[in-house]
């Protein structure tokens, strides 16, 4: 089958797109407000994009509380989403009015960043602390603003808990990372195998 993005005549019950970009991390972003009021959201637009310096992205649609939050105050936190954790991950998708403390909601220790002034999941086996460089909305094709908005952060600081640590490495049997699959479907990857690079002839 082929189809068309400005149609999006797929016929299929739902959109495919997510779902073919995949599997995505979890932004599991953690904020603060002006106010003082803490907030913990997962994105599922997310992702590592630069290694030096090191920069992470999320995006959401709509200014939702997390834009809003890094906006205020230039920081946040990502949070490392193990199979462990997704239950309370989940819970803090919940719709709630801005100001309502989701680490509470969702029975997690909200930690205070120690160089940015945004909470981390004190359960999460890694986090890192990140400080917004930049804010904005991205153009279509046709120069249209999306309705997303991206927030760039370059990670200042990072935590990991040694638990996790085997040979040097991470290790993911132990992690059990959780990542987005589209849909409602997500998939665990402790189930890693290893392949080196090819070299030039």
């Not at 960043?113 to 909470?119: C, E």
């Not at 986090?127 to 603003?145: F, H, N, S, W, Y």
Request: glycine share 10%; hydrophobic share 40%; net charge negative.
């Amino acid at each position: 089958m082929f189809y068309t993005t400005d149609t999006n005549r797929h016929g299929l019950a739902h959109d495919p797109f997510k779902a073919i970009v995949a599997p995505r991390p979890i932004g599991w972003i953690g904020s603060k407000g002006r106010d003082g009021s803490l907030n913990l959201s997962p994105y599922s637009f997310f992702n590592a994009i630069s290694d030096r310096p090191k920069l992470v992205m999320f995006s959401s649609a709509g200014r939702k509380d997390s834009a809003r939050n890094v906006e205020e105050t230039g920081a946040f936190t990502a949070n490392f989403v193990s199979r462990n954790l997704v239950e309370k991950m989940n819970h803090s998708s919940i719709g709630v009015p801005y100001g309502i403390n989701e680490f509470e909601l969702a029975g997690l220790t909200a930690k205070l960043g120690t160089l940015v002034d945004a909470p981390y999941v004190g359960e999460a086996f890694a986090v890192l602390e990140c400080r917004a460089t930049e804010i904005l909305q991205p153009k279509g094709l046709d120069g249209e603003l999306s309705e997303n908005i991206m927030v760039i952060g370059q990670v200042v600081g990072i935590h990991i808990d040694e638990t996790i640590i085997r040979d040097g490495r991470l290790d993911m049997a132990l992690a059990r990372p959780v990542a987005r699959m589209g849909y409602m479907d997500y998939s665990e990857g402790s189930d890693v195998f290893e392949m080196v690079r090819p070299k030039a002839p």
